[in-house]
Nanobody, 116 residues
């Protein structure tokens, strides 16, 4: 049974910062990539950023220059440092793991609200 421990969401004012973390455990398989997706009300879930075990990184255009993804392979943990937050960043943020089997798993999600 794969388990996720997500933390770091909350309410922040525009221009503020938050740091999300997600630790995955419980699988006998290795992780190929870890990442963050988000879903705002009425919108489809979209990729925010992901990082492979080799360190290759993708960012959504909307977060480039503001968000930084990083990963601790030994701890199966991924982080998302979010700076210069905007109201449009408000969403539920989901951790995603892509195992070397090609199967993906989702965390339970953490709410990020950017509002004054």
């Amino acid at each position: 049974q794969v388990q996720f421990v997500e933390s770091g969401g909350g309410l922040v004012q525009p221009g503020g910062s938050l740091r999300l973390s997600c630790a995955a455990s419980g699988s006998i398989f290795s992780i190929y990539a870890m990442g963050w997706y988000r879903q705002a009300p009425g919108n489809q879930r979209e990729l925010v950023a992901d990082i492979t075990s080799g360190g290759s990184i993708n960012y959504a255009d909307s977060v480039k220059g503001r968000f930084t993804i990083s990963r601790d392979n030994a701890k199966n943990t991924v982080y998302l440092q979010m700076n210069s937050l905007k109201p449009d960043d408000t969403a539920v943020y989901y951790c995603h793991v892509l195992w070397t089997t090609g199967i993906g798993s989702w965390g339970q999600g953490t709410q990020v609200t950017v509002s004054s």
